[in-house]
């Protein structure tokens, strides 16, 4: 089945920085790359995803990356910010399969103003 | 539109016990889907419903099952509770149809603590 493995498991920048997630992901036959934030007593939120048709999709301040040679994806925040502070989990899944969405193990992000 | 909603959202119990969550998915959304979130784990799958059939499951004990009814609510049941099911368990919908979507709602979790 899937894997995906997630990194770095904790990560600070400072206000206004740029912070990088990576990903990387086992099964060829993954085709959807989904990001989700999930803040403090709350539950995981999607904030951007992207398809294997596409190399990167930008929204706002973040973007994501998608090498499917590689089969690594990135989640990228710029002009980080405080409310930017929360676990950001990667996952994939085969868009139609019969397999459920396999997340990373997240990353704490902390922004320090 | 009203959210997931899980009840409760935190409950202790001791080993031994048994524990049934409840889930209410986004209305109109058919497939349930639920994780356990441990720290350092991440979030691991448990079961998918779909149309009150069990769609998908994870690798996790027979101690841990789950239902879904024709409104689509879900719910979870734990038995013989171990110390190492103390954990958050969130429930997602999905509008998906005939296989996943892979977009997830998920609601704020039942945080369970066994003691």
């Known amino acids: 089945g899937e894997n995906v493995e997630q990194h770095p498991s904790t990560l600070s920048v400072q206000e206004g920085d740029s912070a990088v997630i990576k990903c990387t992901y086992s099964?060829?036959?993954?085709?959807?790359f989904p990001w989700y934030k999930q803040e403090l007593g709350k539950g995981p939120q999607l904030i951007i995803d992207?398809?294997?048709?596409?190399g990167e999709k930008k929204d706002q301040r973040i973007a994501v990356t998608l090498n499917k040679t590689a089969k690594h994806f990135s989640l990228h925040i710029t002009e980080t910010q405080p409310e930017d502070s929360a676990v950001y989990f990667c996952a994939a899944i085969s868009i139609g399969g019969n397999t459920p969405l396999v997340f990373g193990k997240g990353t704490r992000l902390s922004v320090i103003a | 539109k009203a959210g997931v909603t899980q009840t409760p959202r935190y409950l202790i119990k001791t080993r031994g016990q048994q524990v049934t969550l409840s889930c209410s998915p986004i209305?109109?959304?058919?497939?349930v889907s639920w994780y356990q979130q441990t720290p350092g784990q991440g979030l691991q799958f448990l079961f998918e419903y779909f149309s009150e059939t069990q769609r998908n499951k994870g690798n996790f004990p027979g101690r841990f099952s789950g239902r879904q009814f024709s409104n689509s609510r879900s719910e979870m049941n734990v038995s013989t509770l171990e110390l190492g099911d103390s954990a958050l368990y969130l429930c997602?919908?999905?509008?998906?149809?005939?296989?996943?979507?892979?977009?997830?709602?998920f609601g704020e979790g039942s945080r369970l603590t066994v003691l």
């Open positions: 099964d060829s036959a993954s085709n959807y």
């Open positions: 209305s109109g959304h058919r497939s």
């Open positions: 992207i398809r294997s048709n596409v």
């Open positions: 997602a919908s999905s509008p998906g149809t005939s296989g996943n979507t892979g977009e997830l709602f």
